[in-house]
Structures are given as structure tokens and as C-alpha cells.
């Protein structure tokens, strides 16, 4: 059984990796964690899906006290700018649908017609968005009455398999602060930080990694090696030669172009969202901190130039924009063969990157790593579980790609070269299929991709809603029901809304109070 590990490359991934598994095993296995002070984070995984609570609750680390340390924000939805024409939005919650006589709402929403903003007709979310509100009271009382945070009968750390609820927010945060909370973490918990160049990784003769060569600590040792190398895939794609493959046929997005934009929030506000504004090229995100915007230009290069791209961003933002650094960034869309070859494991970037469109680079990240310790091998490195880790990271990333692919197939807006050839690329295998069956019917779990990739029916029910290019019917089987439960149930929705509207404070007034107590963990 590995009892030495050693993780090449810091960063978020490095350092949710290195905190992880001393969370899991504590003393019980040794940790090294080895990073230049030359190469840098990339910054683009500052959004992330709710499942993430999973990870914090882990580490046992309380929101109240690593949000301020990370200038990090709530992340109700993401809102959709523009993908369906100019001038259109709607919203992408984490909310899952209501049920109305054996039906989904949205179903009902369909045949009903009740406004144009399918969003606001079935969910809280929409509003409290628009209206910049926080999902907690001042009291720090969730929003959702109807989920059970922690209690006197939880007596065991969660993961990802036991997300058995939508929890409703995800979190917005500076990804170089976290990286640097999480240091401080695993450290105080025994993990080995080395500051230093890799020169080098030897393998033995059986092709697998002895030690790695550093510039200043000479060898380093270890029994597994995860490698957090970002894009370069130092360890998996150099030294042990693993193929990448490519999703560009399907997703062409690969370049971005990033700005760190200085805001005064309390005069702004924060809306609880990530924004992904649609493009001529692609598409740009807007990620709202506690005191600065993220905002960056996911586009394909066969379409425009990094300068263009670059000033395309400026103007969007403004002049807040003027004599701001702009950090240019290749992207490697696509996941490598196998995750874990021999005795390396590839941890974020370097296993795959499905492009930033649904804040899924930090759920790969998480995703990786708990896969990790459930299938961590043992004295006989039993090459079932290398297999079962790999088929479970695959399934992940191919599905995540499928719905990405969606966003481009099933967006009405047809205005120029870059979203006619949206509606002509190819599509992963299947997904044409689920497509034509989802016009009679939305989908349900018997309809998506099968594999755990983090989304669920309702987040595909909802893009093809929002992004209007496919045509939709409702359940013919409505026509011959009764619709007064439905229409309560629209009443009760704009009820509900229009009260947590009223009574929840802002996003900025609640994270007002909550900043100024900024301190490292414990």
C-alpha cells in the first residue's frame, strides 16, 4: 500500500488534492507537495457548482470562515446572456424542479405559456438573482427550509456520491487565495511543502515514476504521484507518454483572455451568479468577488485573434478596463486517455478540461480526488481499481462534454460563422439522439447521459428552455389532466419569490458583515 505521496504542481488542484488526503488518511500516509515559485495559477476556476459543499464540509472547514480569506461569493445560477438573441437572458439555477400531478413544472410550463421567462415561472432562484439577494439571512438561516443542513444525527463526512439533495449555491472565489488557505491547511496537518524547480522524472524499469529530480532538493521519492501540472502534463503526458484526446471536434473553444477588474461592489452590488454573455467568437464570463469582477473571453482562435479577442473583452467591460493586465491563456480541451497510468494519478488540468462554460474545472478538480481515496490502492496495486478510477473519470468528463456540447447545438442564435458552424459540428455519440427524443418529451434520468457527470434532467430541461433552437412540446398527456394544481403551483412559485425577495438581504450587505473577520485556518 502507497504510504508516501507525492504531488508535483500547486495550485487549486494541488492543494485540494494535498488537504484531501490528509483530511482522509492523517498520519497514516506521508504527503509532499512540490511547486515552482515561477509558474503561476491560472485563475479561471473562481466559479464553481454546489457540489463543492462536499469538499469544504470534508476538511471541516466552515464557509464563515474561508469565504472572507478568499474575497469569495455566492453562486446561485449561472445567467445566460445573449445565446438566444440579443437583448435575451435566463437563468441556469441550482434548483431542481417541482412536481405537479406526476409532472415536472416546467412540462406544465410548457403547455401553459404563463410569460415568456420559463425561469421565474418555475423557480425561486430567477428572482433572487435579479434582485442580487443573498440565499442566507443575516442570521446565517439558509434560504431553503426544505433542506437539512447538518444536525445532531450527522455523524459522517459527505462526498459527491451522497448528494442526494440540490443544495441551492455554489460559491464564487479568487482560486490564488484558496490555493493559498489550503496551503496553510495541509501544512499544519503535516503535509511537506517544497518550494522548488522539477528538472526531471526518472522512471524504473518497469516504466514506472521512481523520483522526480528538483533543481535545489534533489530526488524526491514516493510511492504514488499526482500530477497537478495544469496543461503541461509533466508526469502523465511527458514522462509516461499517456495520449490526449481532444474534444476540439465538438467543443472549439480553446483559448481565453482573462482581466481582474477592480469594482466597488457596495455601490454595484453583487449578483449571486456567474454570467456568460454570448460572443461573436465564443462567449465571456462575468464572476462577481468581494471587491473585483473575474471576467475573461472564452473564444476559438480559428474564429479571431488573441487581439481582437483582448479587445473585444475591453470593451465590454469599460473603462474599468484601461491599463489592466490581460493574461493570456491556451486552453487543452480534451482528457487524457487514462487518468491514472502506473503509479501517477493526474489531478485536474492535466487529466482534462471540458472548457469553463459550466464551472466544472473545480468539480473535475474535487470529482478526481475523492475517486482517489475511494479506490486509493493497496499492497498488490490491484489494477481493478486503476480501471474502475479511469472508467469513473472518463464517464465524468464525456459526459460534462455532452452537455456542453448542447449549449452550442441548442442555442437559437444564428448570426454569424462562428454560431452557423454551432449547428454543424458533430455531436458525441448518442447525444443526436437524445436530442430529437427530448422535443416530445424533456428529459428525465432515463433520457441523459447515464453516467455520473454532475448534472441532472433538470439542468438539461432548463438549457433547452433557455436556449430556444430546439423545438419543444409538452406531454401530451397534459392535455387530458386537469391544470388548476398547475396553476396553484405558478401562484405559489411568484408568492414564495416575491417574499424571499422581500425579506433576504442583499449579497453585498450580507458579505459586509461577514469580510471583515479574514483569517486563516486552523
Known amino acids: 500500500m502507497p504510504r508516501s505521496v507525492v504531488i508535483v504542481g500547486g495550485g487549486t488542484a494541488g492543494w485540494m488534492t494535498a488537504s484531501y488526503l490528509k483530511a482522509a488518511f492523517a498520519d497514516r500516509i506521508e504527503v509532499t507537495l512540490v511547486e515552482s515559485a515561477r509558474v503561476g495559477t491560472i485563475g479561471v476556476g473562481e466559479a464553481t ?88 439571512h443575516h442570521d446565517g438561516r439558509l434560504f431553503e427550509q426544505d433542506f437539512v443542513e447538518s444536525g445532531p444525527e450527522r455523524v459522517h463526512r459527505t462526498t459527491l456520491s451522497e448528494q442526494d439533495t440540490q443544495f ?46 528538483t533543481r535545489e532538493h534533489g530526488e524526491l521519492r514516493g510511492d504514488l504521484f499526482v500530477d497537478c501540472t495544469g496543461f503541461r502534463g509533466l508526469l502523465l503526458n511527458k514522462a509516461l507518454e499517456e495520449p490526449f484526446q481532444s474534444y476540439q471536434d465538438t467543443l472549439p473553444n480553446d483559448r481565453a483572455v482573462a482581466l481582474r477588474v477592480p469594482v466597488d461592489m457596495a455601490a454595484k452590488g453583487i449578483r449571486p451568479c456567474t454570467t456568460a454573455s454570448a460572443r461573436d467568437a465564443g462567449w465571456i464570463w462575468t464572476i462577481p468577488l468581494f471587491g473585483r469582477i473575474g471576467t475573461g473571453y472564452v473564444y476559438a482562435s480559428e474564429y479571431i485573434t488573441p487581439e481582437e479577442a483582448e479587445r473585444d473583452l475591453r470593451a465590454f467591460v469599460g473603462p474599468a478596463a484601461d491599463d489592466l493586465e490581460a493574461n493570456h491563456i491556451r486552453m487543452r480541451i480534451g482528457r487524457s486517455r487514462d487518468s491514472w497510468v502506473r503509479n501517477c494519478v493526474a489531478v485536474g488540468l492535466s487529466s482534462g478540461f471540458v472548457e469553463p462554460l459550466e464551472s466544472t474545472g473545480i468539480f473535475f478538480i474535487q470529482h478526481g480526488i475523492e475517486q482517489l481515496v475511494k479506490h486509493f490502492p493497496g499492497d498488490d496495486w490491484n489494477p481493478a481499481l486503476r480501471d474502475a478510477y479511469n472508467r469513473s473519470i472518463a464517464n465524468c468528463m464525456d459526459g460534462v ?116 473577520a479574514s483569517n486563516g485556518p486552523g
Not at 469569495?72 to 437572458?89: M, N, Q
Open 168 to 213: 441551492p449555491y455554489a460559491y464564487h472565489f479568487d482560486a490564488s487565495l484558496l490555493a493559498d488557505y489550503l496551503s496553510g491547511y495541509a501544512v499544519r496537518r503535516g503535509v511537506r511543502h517544497v518550494v522548488d524547480d522539477v528538472l526531471d522524472v526518472s522512471l524504473d524499469e518497469r516504466g514506472w515514476i521512481d523520483h522526480v529530480l
Open 401 to 516: 462534454r455532452e452537455f456542453l456540447v448542447l449549449h452550442y447545438r441548442g442555442a437559437a442564435r444564428t448570426d454569424n460563422q462562428y454560431w452557423r458552424d454551432a449547428k454543424t459540428r458533430p455531436v458525441p455519440d448518442a447525444l443526436a439522439e437524445r436530442m430529437e427524443a427530448w422535443q416530445t418529451r424533456l428529459p428525465d434520468t432515463e433520457t441523459v447521459f447515464p453516467h455520473y457527470h454532475g448534472f441532472e434532467p433538470y439542468s438539461y430541461a432548463c438549457m433547452l428552455l433557455g436556449l430556444g433552437g430546439v423545438p419543444l412540446r409538452s406531454s401530451p398527456a397534459l392535455a387530458l389532466l386537469s391544470d388548476a394544481s398547475a396553476h396553484k403551483e405558478f401562484q405559489i412559485v411568484r408568492d414564495q419569490a416575491d417574499e424571499l425577495v422581500r425579506t433576504l438581504p442583499s449579497q453585498h450587505e450580507y458579505f459586509a458583515r461577514l469580510h471583515p
Open 49 to 136: 457548482f454546489s457540489t463543492v459543499r462536499h469538499f469544504f464540509d470534508y476538511l471541516g472547514l466552515d464557509e464563515r470562515e474561508w469565504m472572507p480569506a478568499c474575497q469569495a461569493t455566492y453562486k446561485l445560477a449561472i445567467r445566460f446572456e445573449d445565446w438566444r438573441h440579443k437583448g435575451h437572458h435566463f437563468y441556469h439555477p441550482f434548483e431542481r424542479q417541482r412536481m405537479v400531478d406526476g409532472f415536472p413544472i416546467t412540462d406544465w410550463w410548457l403547455q401553459q405559456g404563463v410569460t415568456d421567462r420559463f425561469d421565474r415561472d418555475c423557480f425561486l432562484i430567477a428572482a433572487l438573482c435579479d434582485a442580487k439577494r443573498s440565499p442566507r
